[in-house]
């Protein structure tokens, strides 16, 4: 059997997760699908440790703390979260959509939210490390937890490389850093800090091999430095924070009205496409300013003017949540 809600939100990004509590609100049924197997977006996926600065009423929050309060104010409500997978195909059903996610999953909705800010994230891969994906590699940190007391290599020469070595270093037993370039692409202030934390650094170098102990259990990896003899890193876990390229996927494919990435919408957060509306990085329209901040207003947006296009009888300014 199908699930059917009110509102299918494309994208468990802050904008994502901040409609599927408005929706609650507004007393509409939600599900909320992405690619990703975390909720949380890019901010889960490149800077769960990052401090943000521009979100109202935090001087600073760390990503992932905003990622936390935002499923913790949505949770109230049970959005169905469907992680992991794909919405792949669009189509007009009774009453409202129906969206085929990857695996021929049909999921019913009165109307769609697409918050996918850039885009679906494809991790770029680690080629040595073919075949050990959830086998001890992972492109992104779901629980810095998971890793304490164990040796960590990361792979990579970003922010977000840098991010996770600072996030694991107090829990780690060791952690190192590979980076093919001498160069970092990463802010020079966190390179630093890793520096001066006596994070072993390795520049000019490539992962050539993943190998695993005795017990099956990744045990170390060998990296070849350019120029030397190979050298081999304790390694219970190798997080290959390569970068990710993102783009639209299929709903390119779904008759939106799209130019650069980014679909183009009108003052109610509505495509050309009817009962679908889009917010956040991934929505379009003149002086547009791309802040977590401005995507939160437009699923507000979005989502008031939804509860009205699925009951006429509705009124768009729902109160304040105070009053409730």
Do not use: C
């Given at each position: ?132 994906l959830g086998r001890g590699m992972v492109h992104f940190v779901p629980s810095l937890d998971a890793h304490a007391g164990q040796d960590v290599v990361v792979v990579g020469g970003g922010d977000s490389a840098f991010d996770w070595v600072?996030?694991?270093h107090p829990l780690a037993s060791s952690v190192a850093l590979v980076h093919r370039r001498a160069r970092f692409r990463a802010a020079e202030s966190i390179v630093t800090q890793a520096r001066e ?128």
């Amino acid at each position: 059997m199908a699930l059917s809600v009110d509102v299918l939100i494309v994208g468990a990004g802050p904008t994502g997760l901040f409609g599927a509590y408005y929706a609650g609100f507004r007393g509409l049924s939600t599900a909320v699908v992405d690619s990703l197997p975390e909720a949380g977006g890019q901010v889960t996926a490149m800077y769960p440790e990052k401090l943000i600065y521009d979100v109202g009423g935090f001087p600073a929050v760390r990503g992932r703390d905003l990622v936390k309060g935002l499923v913790e104010q949505a949770a109230p409500w049970n959005p169905a979260y469907l992680l992991g997978r794909k919405a792949e195909e669009l189509r007009r059903g009774d009453d409202g959509l129906d969206v085929v996610l990857d695996g021929g999953e049909v999921v019913h909705a009165r109307a769609v939210l697409i918050t996918a800010g850039i885009g679906e994230f494809t991790p770029r891969p680690l080629p040595a490390g073919d075949g050990w994906l959830g086998r001890g590699m992972v492109h992104f940190v779901p629980s810095l937890d998971a890793h304490a007391g164990q040796d960590v290599v990361v792979v990579g020469g970003g922010d977000s490389a840098f991010d996770w070595v600072l996030a694991l270093h107090p829990l780690a037993s060791s952690v190192a850093l590979v980076h093919r370039r001498a160069r970092f692409r990463a802010a020079e202030s966190i390179v630093t800090q890793a520096r001066e934390l006596g994070v072993r650094i390795i520049t000019d170098a490539e992962v050539t091999a993943l190998r695993e102990g005795p017990d099956g259990a990744l045990a170390e990896v060998e990296v070849q430095v350019k120029g030397e003899e190979p050298v081999v890193l304790p390694a219970h876990a190798v997080v290959a924070a390569l970068g990710f390229t993102a783009d639209l996927g299929p709903i390119e494919n779904w008759g939106l009205d799209i130019h650069q990435r980014a679909i183009r919408v009108d003052s109610t957060m509505a495509t050309g496409v009817e009962r679908v509306f889009a917010a956040g990085d991934v929505a379009a329209y003149p002086g547009k300013v791309k802040l977590i901040a401005t995507g939160f207003g437009e699923a507000a947006t979005a989502i008031n003017n939804i509860a009205v296009t699925l009951d006429p009888e509705a009124h768009l300014f729902p109160g304040h949540s105070s009053n409730l």
